[in-house]
């Protein structure tokens, strides 16, 4: 099938090239011509495991294209993926100046029957809007679906080469035939296309990310009143998902989600609620339960060190907002950095992908080390921020003997509480009893 994708984003980039691994043949539109010129060089611009092969072999086998012109891509395109960025206003909701611009000006190119896909997370009855957008310039058949996506950072490949689902909102029955079709390859392994119409396809991104949410938020405030109660928030989340009901996925506490999706989303459900007068009250108290556990490990640091972090130095490990990704947007780690240089400690920082990007953000308000042991020395502690696989079997004895105390403060829960006490550590987490040295 002759496909488009406009956008070479984040989403824009897995959704091309996986569909040109499915021997589509695609188009992907950008108006960046750094970026466009960048692609089309073999010169991939996202960091995402198992993308790169995948795109370099499409690219030499002539599937996927790159281009800045819009019409190259709307006269390409049977179908064409709207994969652009939606960032939230300082309301809160998201902001569809991007899409509905490129609806407006795909009005004026289309001749004849396309089904225009909004891929990007965007609001309850944003596909009305784009058909009315294009359909003031525009007098052929063309419908408009809502296919949102459920790309998790860091397994996006899989994610959508094996999704658990794949959402279809539509009511048109041309639009519904063209994205089975194109969709079939993907759920042969018996994964359900969920057809439903366009609005409901547009809330169930915004619900499924909002529950998702919610179940790291209430996780998180179990794991205070473990603190509290005295018991041990490993064991209770492993009994509570052993219940099929609830399931074992997304129960880890932490120092909180981030990422481009989660904070984003929760906050857009909240303002679409708001905007038919609801108040959705659970999702306001899982944005408040995430803001204050991003700073959940600084009374326990300020408490060891007495309320006094003048002149004290950090080490940090992992500033991505989770694993396998080099994405720091709402990273948890950025606002512990914060909160410990403003009460006047030095910190330095490592993690396996993301420097570069910190350092374009924060620049030199910490120092970068290359490796995570050289990230130790003459640190008064070690804070743990995101749960890379690297750090979790790490050589304590190297730890102990860079590190001024042998003081770790893990916002991951990645050790073995007793295993840390024999070692000599006094190594605090999140729900769990300190081993205390
Ligand atoms: C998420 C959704 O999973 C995906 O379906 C959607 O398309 C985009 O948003 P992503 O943001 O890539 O994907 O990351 P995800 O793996 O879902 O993690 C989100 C955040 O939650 C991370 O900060 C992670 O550290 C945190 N998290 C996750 C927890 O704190 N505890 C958990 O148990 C799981």
Redesign the pocket.
Known sequence: MKITVVGTGYVGLVTGTCFAETGNDVICVDIDVNKVNKLSNGQITIYEPGLEKLFERNLKEGRLHFTTSLAEGVNHGEVIFLALPTPPGEDGSADLSYILRVADDMGKIITDYKVIVDKS?VPVGTAELVQTAIAKHCSQPFDVVSN?????????VD?FMKPDRVVIGTRSERARKVMGELFAPFVRQGNPILFMDEKSAELT?YA??SF??T??SF??EIAILCEKLGADVDMVRRGVGSDDRIGK??????????????PK?VQALVKSSEDVSYDFKILNAVMDVNERQKLFLMPKISAWFKNDLKGKHFALWGLA???N?D?IR???ALYMIDALVEAGATVTVFDPEAMANVERVIGNKVTYAANQYDCLADADALVIA??WSVFRTPDFDKIGSSLKNKLIFDG?NLFDVSRMEELGYHYESVGRAAANI
């Open positions: 997370t949102p996506e459920f790309l998790r950072e860091g397994v996006a994610d991104k499924a990310n998702l949410a179940k790291i996780m998180n996925r997304f129960l880890f506490p932490g120092i909180g989600y981030g990422g481009s999706c989660f989303d907002f989770k694993p990704t994405d709402e990273a948890p995101t749960e991951r």
